[in-house]
């Protein structure tokens, strides 16, 4: 019997616990927005959480960045992996204090930046993104043709998989992109079906097994990102971006005819952090690279097979040129 | 509903000298028939009035409700008030406190313990409450966690589970409770319950995020609304099913309710209770890689990170703790089960019973955390490590670049990815998609009356309109048939593998630990494997779902052959019946409620990973899950929830034979 009193004791013991710190946080206001996570600054020194995106690129960012505060700055560094736009609402919340790289969202950079104020613009990280249509080298110096739109319906029948039916493959990767490419293919009358991989990981595990076999394909894709070093592509010429084109489409995303445009990454701290933030604030507002050094990271992160950490270190020990102008000054 | 339970034992009966199965085969039809005539009488009235009014086969535009405007309003007010209005500041905002104070706790304690102490102290309590066995498979466990690099990942998810089943439990038992006590909540809450059990995590996740925003507190809210309900029922059921003999006799002896309640129903039920905890604590645990979608941190997050980066290795190493620490759980809370069931066997020395006991466990705990922390690091050393990524991976690529096409003969994996879609899914979308709506609501009500009762067949149809009314009909039908298609696959090879296990002990042996391995195993660790061997697209989705889904399917169909009644066997022998005679007219018949059972846990298992399924191209209901947790979409996200719901009420219904749910009610 006495097992079960013990059992029993137990479960009432950590019932208890729940309950005693219900009560605790029970008296006044509890203002959900500020709280931060369970496991943070478990060591009780000083601490800071970046988001890091799905993407390896935004990981590399991230990786750098946490090894430099950690050895040089002496910060725990928490990581939390979220989605582009739910990383806003948790930056907003202090759940996170930096993103490193957004890709432009107007939308959230209006509520949180400029109405709410909650979060603080971090100026650039260095590198220029661009989002386009690509097709792998080994096809296109085979059918040079194929990298203006205007020939795509012509090879749309070599392109044709069991998903797309009778129609070619363009294929998307995460749902949380940026990506206007359904109603491109709609206005600019392409015979295309846009599949959507479901996730990063799946698009890229999908390119490779493509390039091993040689096949052609057509995939929506980003620079700066480390597959192009495994897998040379050839972007494909989409109509021109202009001024015009890009207004237009913030009125109605669905009658977006053009090519997506030149992005410089930005970062984004909780405002809170930026201001009280200390030396991992002023850090972080220096942290500032190239898409080359991205890359090099990047690129040991996911094909080196090299833990983040182990990455970073690498390019920290070759490039201290470049970081040293991010500590701040004493 | 008492009567759709009689025919199972008629069959027993019958079967048994007649092994035709004929008569019960006759009797159902019989009913069946009856029930298939009102309904055509029914449809033959109905179809050309809804014909004429709503031509087409899709669902009618005129008939839906577009719920975006109205959702995204929702959104838009919660994220703009969370930090000041009184529902978040002065009550949502001290439960997430709640949380957050006592996941720290337990993760404090658990690193201020460090390594040493932690592993003593949960192999200690696992051969106290299990036996030797168990605690050395607890021992194992925790240090290959700790080999494996996972140390800190580890001792955060075991942080969030402890206080994520606490929670379960006492909120399970209390429902139960008062379920267990007033038969009009125990009518109100059962369907409910009932429902929640059969659906997909991934539904959940989205109205919690939209509260809660990104974080532990969403995510151990989301796993506590996943696992009270078996704790919940569990309970209700135990306290219902009491010996009405023993009550009885209790409140003669002058016991007031609330002593009867303590001394006599709650012991009594100890059993239910104690199956409700390891069930808690197993669905508990399968959401672990889910919930770190929404920021729950730890193992799961890291199996999510490696996933980012196609690292299946890494994947791995993240996933073989969650796995152990299933295992453990399992094995543990299963054995305290047993235990309580046979006190008997519990006699030993007088020193290993009572207090005294706890009292060295945690003595010696302590004092091993103590030499832990002094010999160094009180996280893992560094130094002992094992990287199993690499080969992993490399077993992986060699896989990959073997199977995946041109394989002599058979072809390679992705040409019968390929061959599946084309030929198995394509088709059976289209069919589905070009049925007239009307028609598909017909067949389901046909298939969930013939197998319940008109209530169950209602529940059914209304789930169907609901999705049609959402205006997400075309995109539940993709689902549908990406559900039926793994179905089919799953159950002819659960049922083929059942049937060898049930005939060869040797087999089932060798085949248990693999199924455990494969029930615990996060559903993310399959995806991007099954991806590199069948493409992007359907046909991975369903090939993960099939994978997952096949342990249960295979457990229950080997026991529900073992269980054919023994004399039932000899006479078909020695009436000189052969071994295919025998399975195929003795035991598969009489084995028929299990089987149907099968079926019902199949559609369950394969509908939550179809739906995942959306990360690797399965498109359809899923992907709009998945985009609407990527891009805060709340109308897109939460009407595919919703979807997704009514599907698994729908499946469910079709599937359950009402006699499963009348077998709790006799209590």
Redesign the interface.
């Known amino acids: 019997m006495s097992r079960k009193r013990t059992a029993f004791l137990g479960t009432a013991a950590l019932a208890g616990t729940v309950a005693l710190s219900l009560s605790l946080s029970a008296c006044g206001k509890a203002d959900m927005t500020k709280q931060t996570s369970p496991f943070a600054a478990a060591k009780g020194s000083k601490s800071v959480t970046l988001s890091v995106q799905t993407w390896v690129g935004a990981q590399s960012n991230v990786a750098v960045a946490k090894y430099l505060l950690e050895h040089q700055l002496g910060y725990h560094v928490d990581t939390v992996q979220v989605d582009e736009i739910p990383a806003w609402d948790a930056l907003s919340q202090g759940r996170v204090d930096a993103i490193l790289e957004d890709w432009g969202h107007p939308d959230q950079e209006k509520r949180y930046v400029k109405d709410k104020k909650t979060i603080t613009a971090g100026g650039g990280n260095g590198v220029t993104g661009h989002i386009g249509w690509y097709v792998p080298k080994y096809w296109a110096d085979k059918h040079p043709e194929i990298t203006d739109w205007h020939n795509l319906n012509k090879v749309a029948n070599q392109l044709r998989t069991s998903e797309s039916g009778n129609k070619g493959q363009l294929m998307d990767g995460s749902p949380s992109y940026v990506t206007n490419d359904k109603a491109l293919v709609k206005n600019l009358h392409l015979n295309y079906e846009v599949v959507f991989a479901g996730s990063e990981a799946a698009q890229i595990t999908q390119i490779q097994q493509f390039a091993k076999e040689k096949k052609p394909f057509l995939t929506y894709w980003y620079e700066p990102q480390w597959l192009f070093n495994q897998v040379p592509m050839v972007e494909v010429k989409l109509p021109k971006y202009t001024d015009a084109c890009a207004e237009k489409g913030t009125k109605d995303p669905q009658s977006i005819d053009c090519a997506y445009p030149t992005t410089p990454l930005q970062k984004y701290f909780n405002t809170n952090f930026a201001k009280n933030g200390g030396s991992a604030a002023a850090f972080l507002k220096n942290f500032k690279w190239t898409k080359d050094d991205q890359n090099e990271v990047s690129e040991s992160i996911a094909s080196g097979g090299l833990s983040a950490d182990e990455a970073a270190k690498r390019w920290v020990d070759k490039h201290p040129d470049v970081w040293k102008s991010w500590l701040p000054k004493k | 509903m008492s009567t759709a339970s009689a025919p199972p034992a008629v069959q027993r009966g019958l079967g048994a000298d007649a092994p035709k199965a004929g008569p019960v085969q006759a009797l159902l039809e019989r009913r069946g028939l009856a029930k298939l005539l009102l309904l055509a009488v029914a449809a033959a009235v109905l179809v050309p009035l809804v014909h004429a009014a709503w031509p087409g086969a899709a669902w009618p535009s005129a008939l839906t409700i577009d719920l975006s405007g109205p959702l995204g309003k929702t959104s838009d007010w919660i ?2 008030n ?2 000041n209005h009184w529902l ?3 009550f ?17 304690l658990l ?1 201020a313990l460090g390594w040493a102490g932690v592993t003593a102290g949960v192999t200690l309590i696992a051969w ?2 299990a036996g030797w066995r168990i605690a050395a498979t607890a021992l194992v466990s925790l240090l290959v966690s700790g080999v494996l690099g996972m140390w800190v990942p580890t001792m ?1 998810t075991l ?1 969030l589970m ?2 994520a089943v ?2 379960s ?2 909120v399970g038992a209390l429902l139960g409770l008062a379920a267990g006590l007033s038969e009009r909540l125990f009518r109100i809450l059962r369907p409910v319950l009932d429902t929640m059990q059969v659906l997909p995590a991934f539904a959940y996740l989205l109205p919690v ?1 939209l509260i ?6 969403a995510a151990l809210l989301a796993t506590v609304i996943y696992a009270a309900p078996p704790m919940a029922r569990l309970t209700a059921l135990g306290l219902r099913g009491a010996d009405p003999g023993v009550l009885e006799a209790v409140s003669s002896l002058g016991a007031t309710g609330r002593q009867r309640l303590l001394t006599a129903r709650l012991p009594l039920a ?1 059993k239910e209770l104690l199956l409700g905890v390891n069930q808690t604590i197993m669905m508990a645990l399968s959401m672990v890689v889910i919930a ?1 979608m ?2 729950a ?2 193992l799961g ?1 890291r199996v ?2 490696a ?5 299946v290795g ?1 994947a791995l190493s993240a996933a073989i703790p969650i796995v152990l620490l299933a295992i453990v759980m399992d094995r543990t809370t299963a054995a ?1 089960g047993a ?2 069931g046979a006190t008997a066997t ?1 006699a030993g020395p007088a020193w290993l ?3 005294q006991v ?1 009292t060295g466990v945690t003595a010696l705990t302590a004092l091993l955390a103590l030499a832990g922390r002094l010999t160094g690091s009180a996280v893992w050393p560094g130094a002992w490590f094992v990287d199993i ?2 080969p992993v ?1 490399d077993f992986k690529e060699w896989m ?2 073997h199977l ?2 041109g394989v002599p003969v058979i072809g390679g994996t ?1 040409d019968w ?2 061959h599946f ?2 030929w198995v899914l ?1 088709p059976l979308r289209d069919g589905l998609t070009a049925l007239p709506w009307y028609g598909t609501l017909l067949i389901v009500a046909a298939l969930a009356w013939l197998i319940g009762t008109w209530r169950t067949a209602l529940t059914a149809v209304l789930a169907m309109a609901a999705i049609g009314v959402l205006g997400v009909w075309k995109p539940s039908m993709n689902t549908l048939s990406q559900v039926l298609a793994a179905l089919v696959v799953t159950l002819v090879l659960g049922f083929g593998a059942g049937i060898l296990a049930s005939g060869s002990k040797r087999f089932e042996a060798i085949l248990r630990p693999v199924l455990d391995v494969m029930q615990t195993m996060p559903q993310f660790v399959y ?2 494997p099954v ?2 061997l069948f ?5 991975p989705a369903a090939a993960a779902a099939v994978v997952y889904a096949l342990p249960a399917v295979i457990r229950i169909t080997t026991q529900g052959l073992r269980q054919v009644d023994p004399a039932a066997m000899e006479s078909a022998r020695s009436l000189g019946a052969t071994r295919w005679q025998m399975l195929r007219q003795v035991q598969l018949p009489l084995a028929r409620p299990a089987l149907l059972l099968a079926v019902n846990q199949g559609v369950v298992l394969v509908l939550a990973v179809v739906i995942i ?7 359809a209901l ?2 709009d899950v ?2 609407g ?4 979409d709340l109308a897109l996200g939460l009407v595919a929830g919703v979807a997704i719901v009514c599907l698994g009420l729908m499946l469910d219904r079709v599937t359950q034979p009402t006699e499963r749910r009348t077998t709790g009610k006799g209590a």
């Open positions: 994220i703009d969370r930090d978040f500041v002065y949502l905002g001290h439960l997430s406190n709640a949380v957050v104070i006592s996941v720290r706790a337990v993760y404090l690193l106290r409450v955060q942080a402890v206080v606490a929670a439990v006492v995020v809660f925003g990104i974080g532990v507190p100890r770190s929404i920021g941190a730890g997050d999510y990170q996933l980012a980066s196609v690292d890494a305290a235990r309580i519990t019973r009572g207090w706890w990524a690499h991976n990959v670049d995946y096409s992705a990815a390929a879609t084309n394509n995806l991007i991806v590199a493409a992007v697209g359907r046909a399924g959306g990360l690797v191209g399965g498109g899923g992907y998945v985009t947790l990527a891009t805060g």
